[in-house]
């Protein structure tokens, strides 16, 4: 039984697991899990906090499977701007989600939030932890797309270029399908694609 230290949240790993997993279909949970798996070994490469890690790639997907309502509500309060309305979960999990998170798990640790947040889309600028996260969503095992390799082998040579590898190949996704790119995406293409 891990106890995480209170700072990442009140609890052990398996309580958190527990919470986690009642919100989502097994299937999205066995993404949570090999998620935290790439990740835990990322953060062991890079010299990043094991527990920290651990907390956040649990949380990542938290509000994944919420409805819509949910987080049109969190628009309305005011603390986001109305354009993001025009987007869905795919974004909304990550920016608003990390609000859930705080409020329904009580985890305050400003960094595992933020790596919720940035998940999706990325920014300008990330931290270490946020880089992990956002990379090992894209080469859990469980993922299997043109490129994935190419993606695994630079995530272990230099985290940077796994994040503008992800990116670019995100951006590229999404203009194939033609659907609107939330703006954050594009900054975070500027910054660590073609910069
Ligand atoms: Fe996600
Ligand atoms: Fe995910």
Do not use: C
Request: aromatic share 10%.
């Amino acid at each position: 039984m891990i106890l995480y230290s209170k700072q990442y949240f009140p609890g052990t790993r398996e309580e958190l697991v527990k919470k986690v997993s009642a919100t989502m279909s097994p299937k999205r949970f066995s993404h949570v899990l090999r998620v935290e798996k790439v990740a835990l070994e990322l953060a062991e490469y890079y010299g990043e906090e094991l527990e920290k890690t651990s907390v956040a790639a649990l949380v990542h997907d938290y509000a994944k499977e919420r409805p819509d309502e949910d987080f049109i509500r969190q628009i309305d309060k005011g603390k986001y701007s109305q354009d993001l309305k025009a987007y869905g979960n795919e974004i909304w999990h990550g920016i608003i989600g990390a609000d859930f998170v705080a409020e329904e798990l009580e985890i305050s640790d400003e960094a595992i939030l933020q790596a919720v947040r940035l998940h999706t889309t990325g920014a300008k600028e990330m931290s270490r932890l946020a880089q992990i996260i956002y990379v090992a969503d894209f080469i859990e095992d469980g993922r299997d797309f043109p490129g994935v390799a190419t993606a695994r082998r630079l995530a272990f040579e230099n985290l940077a270029s796994a994040v503008a590898f992800e990116t670019k190949h995100t951006l590229q996704f999404l203009i194939e399908k033609e659907v609107k790119v939330y703006p954050k995406t594009i900054e975070t293409y500027n910054a660590w694609v073609a910069n």
